[in-house]
């Protein structure tokens, strides 16, 4: 402010300056989803409601199941849990944007909450790419060097791989969110997407993000690529090992083991490099927004109904919870 004649006054707005500031912050986001339902926007809706339910409720299961039974307390049940754990909070982060935003024909969200919703959506994918790839050296070890598993894959590793993966995923989202609160945002404020990701967010930047492509090209190797060669590498050497099993049962009841966890690998890394890697200048974005519902809604909903209709320890722990709960409900 300027002072004239001992009065304080007001700046012009119609000075540069005052326009660049003015227009320089965006305080929120609107999220535009699928404007074009029309008529479907209710079934779509209550599709939505039932698998955010059937997710919510089929991860949670998985969890109480490993803390209440002693035959699943082995490092492939626990890292079973830590996958679910990333769907429970993905689900909870993203899920009701997306429902919002569908049965209102758009949603509209502070900036604040959109850098806390891309900083948890990106910790939990992170986090799920390093798990999946140590899941695959779990099985790696129990078919190719079954007599040293125990001593392997003991709980400490367990437990250290875990911190050291949510330290790395953690610190990866946070090396992100520093690089773009550094952006200069100026409008507009609209993102046409279901909820707040990170590329169209940059988007919306009035700076030079040439180095944060730059910066996320390396990182989404390292989270991206490392763990499937990881994963690749162990799948190989399983195969192999597979292949000189002498009866068709020990093959079959060797691949059983690794079935469940080849076909997560399958729809969640298949859905990734499919909206990430690929290029999306032939792409809609309407095929965009349906992509990313592959990984977002429905790869969580699908992980606990993989691993748990294919496996006996899971029946079988299950049937031991239902008698409990029936026990204790006649009480």
Not at 110 to 124: G, L
Not at 297 to 313: A, C, F, G, K, S
Request: with cysteine; net charge positive.
């Amino acid at each position: 402010m300027t002072c004239t004649q001992g009065k304080l006054q007001e700046p012009s707005l119609d000075t540069p300056h005052m326009k660049m500031r003015l227009t320089n912050n965006i305080t929120s986001i609107f999220l535009i989803g699928f404007p074009d339902l029309h008529n479907l926007k209710f079934l779509f809706f209550s599709l939505l409601v039932l698998i955010y339910c059937g997710t919510i409720a089929g991860n949670l299961l998985i969890i109480v199941l490993y803390f209440g039974s002693k035959a699943l307390q082995s490092p492939m049940y626990f890292f079973i849990t830590q996958i679910s754990l990333c769907d429970l909070l993905v689900t909870t982060d993203i899920v009701p944007t997306i429902l919002h935003t569908v049965l209102y024909g758009g949603s509209s969200m502070t900036f604040i909450s959109c850098i806390i919703q891309v900083s948890i959506f990106a910790t939990s994918v992170s986090s799920e790419c390093f798990l999946l790839s140590v899941m695959s050296y779990d099985r790696y070890v129990a078919i190719c060097n079954p007599l040293r598993y125990h001593s392997i894959m003991t709980h400490r590793l367990c437990v250290t791989s875990l911190n050291v993966i949510w330290l790395v995923s953690f610190s990866i989202m946070l090396i992100d969110m520093i690089c773009v609160n550094s952006f200069h945002f100026c409008g507009p404020h609209v993102i046409d997407h279901l909820y707040c990701d990170l590329e169209p967010l940059v988007q919306l930047s009035c700076s030079d993000t040439s180095i944060f492509h730059t910066q996320g090209l390396i990182i989404g190797f390292f989270v991206g690529m490392v763990p499937v060669i990881i994963i690749v590498m162990s799948y190989t050497c399983i195969v192999l090992t597979i292949l000189k099993i002498p009866s068709n049962t020990g093959r079959r009841k060797a691949f059983s083991t690794c079935s469940s966890h080849l076909t997560v690998v399958s729809i969640f890394y298949g859905s990734l490099i499919i909206v990430y890697m690929f290029p999306k200048r032939g792409r809609s974005q309407i095929s965009s927004k349906v992509l990313s519902l592959i990984y977002t809604v429905l790869t969580p909903m699908l992980n606990p109904i993989i691993y748990t209709l294919r496996n006996q320890d899971f029946k079988e722990a299950l049937h031991k919870f239902n008698m409990v709960l029936s026990g204790h409900l006649l009480h």
